[in-house]
C-alpha cells in the first residue's frame, strides 16, 4: 500500500473490460482515444482488461495483440496506470510505457483536491486460500510448467480455459454485495473513496469512514467512468456505445 499516484481530472477508468477477440468493443473504444475522438488526460485499466493475458505464456499474447499494440501505442502520449487483475498479470514487459501495479502493490493510494482515494482491481485481501491460489498462478516455475503443457497438448490448457471463461456470466448481481462489503472492510482505512473493478456491481456502499465505488464492468454495458473533482460525485459514468 506504500505507492501513490497521481489521480488527474478527465481521466478515464476502465474495469473489466474482459477483451477477447470475440469482444471488439474495448479495442474500438481505445482506437476514439488514439484519433483523438475522446481526450482523457489519463488512463486507469482497473484490472480484467483481458480476458486472459499472462506475462510468460506466450499464447496469450498472440490472440490479444491488437489491444496490446494500441495500450502501447496510446501510452506513448497519455499516461497510462494498469492495476493487475486475477485475469492479466505480471504485464510490466508487455507494457513498458504503462505504470503496472501488481496484487502486492494494491491498493494504491491517490491524493488530490483534498480528497485521499484508495484505488484496487478487488481481489487484494482474498482468504488465505485465495491468496495461495494468486500466488501460484504468477509464479513464474507454475507459468513456465502451464506453457510447456499448453504446447505439448495443441493449447488444449488454454482453450479449456478459454471455453470455461465464455460461460461465465460477467453481469451477474451479486446478494447482499452491501453486508458482503461491509463485513469485508472492517479494516479502518483513512481515506474519502475506496474504488475497486472485479465484482462488476457498479454500486456505491456508504461505509462509516469512506465512500466504498464498485465499478460496472465494461464488459457488460460498455461503461466507463471520468474523473471530475468538481462535481458532487468524484465519477461520473459514460457509456461508450450509447
Known amino acids: 500500500m506504500s505507492h501513490k499516484v497521481e489521480l488527474k481530472e478527465g481521466a478515464f477508468i476502465i474495469s473489466d473490460a474482459h477483451y477477447s477477440p470475440s469482444r471488439p468493443e474495448l479495442l474500438n473504444f481505445l482506437k476514439d482515444i488514439k484519433n483523438k475522438r475522446f481526450l482523457p488526460s489519463q488512463i486507469i485499466f482497473m484490472g480484467d482488461i483481458f480476458d486472459a493475458l499472462f506475462g510468460g505464456i506466450k499464447r496469450t499474447y498472440t490472440k490479444n495483440q491488437k489491444l496490446i499494440d494500441i495500450i502501447n501505442e496510446i501510452s506513448l502520449n497519455i499516461e497510462v496506470i ?5 485475469h492479466d498479470f505480471n504485464l510490466k514487459s508487455i507494457f513498458p510505457n504503462s505504470k503496472v501495479f501488481n496484487i502486492s502493490s494494491q491498493p494504491i493510494l491517490c491524493e488530490q483536491k483534498n480528497k485521499k482515494i484508495y484505488l484496487a482491481h478487488g481481489d487484494f485481501n482474498g482468504d488465505f486460500g485465495y491468496k495461495i491460489y494468486t500466488a501460484l498462478i504468477r509464479n513464474s516455475v507454475v507459468l513456465f510448467i502451464l506453457n510447456i503443457l499448453n504446447a505439448v497438448f495443441g493449447n488444449f490448457v488454454l482453450n479449456y480455459l478459454d471455453n470455461h471463461l465464455s460461460k461465465k456470466d460477467d453481469c451477474a448481481n451479486i446478494d447482499n454485495f452491501k453486508q458482503i462489503i461491509e463485513k469485508r472492510f472492517n479494516e479502518n482505512y483513512d481515506c474519502d473513496y475506496f474504488i475497486e473493478g472485479h465484482h462488476h456491481q457498479n454500486k456505491i456502499v456508504k461505509l462509516n469512514n469512506f465512500n466504498y465505488i464498485n465499478l460496472a464492468a465494461f464488459a457488460c454495458n460498455q461503461r466507463y467512468f471520468i474523473v471530475e473533482f468538481a462535481k ?11
Open 82 to 86: 494498469y492495476l493487475e487483475g486475477n
Open 232 to 242: 458532487e460525485e468524484l465519477l461520473v459514468s459514460k457509456n461508450y456505445l450509447i
